[in-house]
């Protein structure tokens, strides 16, 4: 039993140590918004298709200054300056990458108002990273599974599990707030390999018990 924990421990450090966040450059706005992840195993390529107020191709306002709220002990570097996409409207719209992503990150700048909040719900579970005072001030969200509620909010939010595309959906217009989108490295094959093994043996385990 400690050998399968070790295991289990072994890869999920390896899984949790990550290298920087590669944040998205956004390369192209049109009728979808076109931009390329940089990662230690190649150019990963993201489309966003959807509604948008305004997209920020590397010139303009740092929204995401000062960077308190994108950065933990798990997210070491804020996104890129003045690469965003910002939305003012209710609605659904995906995000795709070119191959699988494990545990993207969404970072969010001014989502709601005080008084009046935006609602986003994701089609898969998420986990609130890190929230603080951002460019339009302090704020607050209130998390479920699967959505948040946030009111002036800034943060990251990572979209838990290994994913082709995201499809989130708001449902409050307001002025306008924006976001981006990073990614890790995926895992070592080794890594994973350790990892399945170790969740393998554990659930063998529990069935014979």
Do not use: C
């Not at 450090?13 to 590669?22: G, K, R």
């Not at 070119?98 to 719900?121: D, E, K, R």
């Not at 948040?148 to 838990?160: A, Q």
């Amino acid at each position: 039993m400690k050998t399968v924990f070790a295991a289990v421990a072994l890869a999920s450090a390896a899984l949790a140590s990550a290298a920087p966040v590669a944040w998205t450059d956004w390369t192209s706005a049109g009728a979808t918004v076109e931009g390329t992840l940089a990662l230690d195993s190649g150019p990963v390529s993201v489309t966003y298709a959807g509604s948008t107020f305004f997209t920020q191709l590397g010139s303009g306002t740092d929204y995401f200054s000062p960077t308190t709220p994108y950065v933990s002990a798990e997210v070491s570097n804020a996104p890129t300056a003045a690469e965003m996409i910002a939305i003012n409207d209710v609605g659904s719209r995906t995000i795709t990458f070119s191959q699988p992503v494990l545990n993207p990150y969404i970072a969010f700048v001014s989502v709601g108002q005080i008084g009046s909040g935006v609602t986003y719900t994701f089609d898969s579970p998420i986990t609130k990273i890190s929230e603080g005072i951002g460019y339009w001030g302090g704020g607050s969200a209130v998390f479920g599974p699967n959505s948040f509620t946030g009111s002036e909010w800034h943060g990251v939010v990572r979209i838990d599990g290994l994913v082709s595309s995201i499809t989130l959906t708001t449902n409050n217009p307001e002025t306008w707030h924006g976001f981006t989108v990073g990614a890790n490295p995926v895992p070592e094959p080794a890594s994973m390999a350790v990892l399945g093994l170790g969740l393998a043996a554990l659930k063998r385990r529990r069935r014979n018990r």
